[in-house]
């Protein structure tokens, strides 16, 4: 113990050591700029006059859909045009739109497409719908699957004669008597 | 419903299913019609590429034309410039929207490669991109005699595009624009 410690020593003292720990700065430092300098750049502050403006920008950026990204909104994408869209954003939010004006800004230009919460009208009016009616689909047709089979269930023990009620009861207990 | 139905009820819903899905395969979830077809070229007021004076959305008016965004940045921009080049010689009135760019860099492009613009409107900041609906360049624009835009392209245009989409639309609103 005391022969390891006294050798780490030694070692910490020595200027190899030192210039491995410089050399271990500097390659920290290195990978700190490249790694880290352009995720800085890319993401751009924007000062708001108001508090609750930062709020609606935020709630904004999220349900805003990012034209040129598939599935991003605009405050996780970085395309160029996505932070086009954000400082039009914050643009529009200094100047007192609200959000209705500001939505409707964005979809005369992009299309329904650019709202992850699609009005209710028109074509995506199947969308808002689909689930209500698709429910009531399945709960029409668990009603009339159970009514019918009650139906058959009791249909059947009424359609056998007496004679087969009979012969029902025999191979009963033919079957009792077997086992 | 007959029982017989019935029995082929999973069968048909399978089918239905099967049928929208394999649709689904065919479909470009990227191609997304632009909101301003068959409304007017959104108001601007921009500087001329290279020259004095603005432009405005007046100057497009006149004929049927196309309008090109482009930019010195984008790399598909260079592969449908000789096409444009092409077009142009041909006689179709071509617009040019440098969009975000430097004049310079533009300018420079324009001296290397050849113009086939009539004029270049220089949209700096992006901001008639963004009137527009631009998502990314290129994107061309089929415009008509008023002014009004009919049919968006995003891509490049080639003689593909050009042969099976644009030409057949520019030829009838031109007969459209002449009969009136």
């Known amino acids: 113990m005391e022969d390891g410690s006294r050798a780490f020593v030694s070692v910490a003292d020595s200027g190899e050591w030192r210039a491995m720990k410089s050399a271990c700065w500097l390659f920290f430092t290195a990978a700190l700029v490249i790694f880290v300098g352009p995720a800085l750049a890319l993401v751009e502050t924007y000062d708001f006059s108001d508090a609750e403006l930062e709020v609606r920008y935020q709630n904004l950026t999220e349900e805003l859909r990012c034209p040129k990204c598939q599935n991003q909104n605009i405050a996780d994408s970085n395309a160029p045009i996505a932070q086009d869209l954000r400082r039009l954003l914050h643009q529009q939010l200094e100047e007192g739109d609200s959000d209705a004006e500001i939505l409707d800004h964005m979809v005369a230009r992009y299309g329904e497409f650019v709202r992850y919460r699609p009005s209710f009208g028109g074509v995506s009016i199947i969308l808002w719908l689909a689930p209500a009616l698709l429910l009531l689909a399945a709960f029409g047709v668990l009603l009339l699957t159970l009514r019918s089979k009650s139906r058959a269930a009791t249909a059947g023990v009424a359609s056998l004669s007496v004679e087969e009620q009979a012969r029902l009861q025999s191979l009963l207990n033919k079957a009792e008597q077997d086992s | ?180």
């Open chain 2, 1 to 180: 419903m007959g029982p017989r139905l019935k029995l082929f009820l999973p069968l048909i819903l399978f089918a239905m299913l099967a049928i929208t899905l394999f649709r689904g395969l065919s479909l470009d979830p990227s191609e997304m019609p632009s909101a301003l077809i068959d409304r007017p070229f959104p108001a601007f007021n921009l500087p001329r590429l290279g020259g004095p004076g603005l432009l405005s959305q007046a100057d497009l008016e006149g004929q049927v034309s196309l309008l090109n965004v482009w930019a010195t940045w984008c790399v598909a921009c260079r592969v449908e410039h000789p096409y444009l080049k092409q077009l142009a010689q041909r006689g179709i009135p071509l617009f040019g929207i440098n969009y975000k760019d430097n004049d310079a860099d533009a300018e420079r492009w324009l001296d290397e490669l050849g113009d086939p613009y009539r004029f270049n409107i220089a949209d700096r900041e992006g901001t008639l991109g963004l009137d527009l609906g631009v998502y990314g360049a290129p994107e061309t624009y089929l415009v008509d005699a008023k002014g009004v835009i009919r049919y968006r392209h995003v891509g490049v245009v080639d003689e593909g595009v050009w042969k099976t989409v644009l030409e057949p639309l520019y030829q009838s609103l031109t007969v459209e624009s002449g009969a009136q």
